[in-house]
C-alpha cells in the first residue's frame, strides 16, 4: 500500500528514538515538514496476526469457506408440531447446523458454496439417507422467522422453531 514518503521517514524516527537507551526527550527526532492533512490521508497497512506483527486486523473477516451462515443455522419446522413432537414422527423438521442440514431420513453436508442473491444462501450438498447418494444444490432464504428451502423439486417453507 502507498505511504508518504515523509510519513515513513517520521515514523522510523520516533521508531527508533523510542527504542533508544536515552531518556532524553531532546533525542527525539520529528519531521515538522509532515502537515497534519499529509498524516491524516496516509495508507497505513494493518497486517493479520499471522504475518507476524501481533495486532489483529480491524477489516471486516470473510467467511470462511463452506460454512452455513448463522442466520440459517438452527430448527425449523413445516408445521408446528414438527417443533414439539417426542414420538420422532416430526417428518418436516430440518435442523441446520454448520455445514450440514439433517432431514428425518438424511443429512446433506455442505461441500461447496455456490453464488446466490445478497438475501439468500446457496451450496452444493452432498446427501445419504436410506441406504443411497447423492448431490443436490439447495438455496436457503430467510425472511423473520420463516425459511424457505429450494431446489430442483421445488420449494418448502419453515417457520423457526422456538
Same mark, same amino acid.
Given at each position: 500500500?502507498?505511504?508518504?514518503?515523509?510519513?515513513?521517514?517520521?515514523?522510523?524516527?520516533?521508531?527508533?528514538?523510542?527504542?533508544?537507551?536515552?531518556?532524553?526527550?531532546?533525542?527525539?527526532?520529528?519531521?515538522?515538514?509532515?502537515?497534519?492533512?499529509?498524516?491524516?490521508?496516509?495508507?497505513?497497512?494493518?497486517?493479520?496476526?499471522?504475518?507476524?506483527?501481533?495486532?489483529?486486523?480491524?477489516?471486516?473477516?470473510?467467511?470462511?469457506?463452506?460454512?452455513?451462515?448463522?442466520?440459517?443455522?438452527?430448527?425449523?419446522?413445516?408445521? #408446528? %408440531?414438527?417443533? =414439539? @413432537?417426542?414420538? &420422532?414422527?416430526?417428518?418436516?423438521?430440518?435442523?441446520?447446523?454448520?455445514? !450440514?442440514?439433517?432431514?428425518?431420513?438424511?443429512?446433506?453436508?455442505?461441500?461447496?458454496?455456490? #453464488? %446466490?442473491?445478497? =438475501? @439468500?444462501?446457496? &451450496?452444493?450438498?452432498?446427501?445419504?439417507?436410506?441406504?443411497?447418494?447423492? !448431490?443436490?444444490?439447495?438455496?436457503?432464504?430467510?425472511?423473520?422467522?420463516?425459511?424457505?428451502?429450494?431446489?430442483?423439486?421445488? @420449494?418448502?417453507?419453515?417457520?423457526?422453531?422456538?
Amino acid at each position: 500500500m502507498k505511504m508518504h514518503k515523509l510519513g515513513i521517514a517520521a515514523l522510523f524516527a520516533l521508531g527508533a528514538a523510542a527504542c533508544s537507551n536515552k531518556t532524553d526527550d531532546a533525542n527525539i527526532a520529528v519531521d515538522e515538514t509532515v502537515n497534519a492533512t499529509e498524516a491524516a490521508n496516509a495508507e497505513i497497512e494493518v497486517l493479520p496476526p499471522s504475518e507476524g506483527n501481533g495486532v489483529a486486523s480491524t477489516a471486516p473477516e470473510a467467511l470462511p469457506a463452506n460454512v452455513i451462515p448463522a442466520q440459517y443455522r438452527g430448527r425449523w419446522g413445516m408445521v #408446528p %408440531a414438527d417443533c =414439539t @413432537s417426542t414420538r &420422532g414422527d416430526n417428518k418436516g423438521l430440518v435442523t441446520i447446523g454448520d455445514t !450440514t442440514i439433517r432431514f428425518y431420513e438424511a443429512t446433506a453436508t455442505l461441500k461447496e458454496q455456490r #453464488p %446466490a442473491i445478497a =438475501t @439468500s444462501f446457496s &451450496g452444493e450438498f452432498a446427501y445419504t439417507g436410506e441406504g443411497q447418494e447423492w !448431490t443436490k444444490v439447495e438455496t436457503l432464504t430467510r425472511t423473520g422467522d420463516t425459511l424457505k428451502r429450494a431446489d430442483d423439486e421445488g @420449494s418448502f417453507t419453515y417457520a423457526r422453531c422456538s
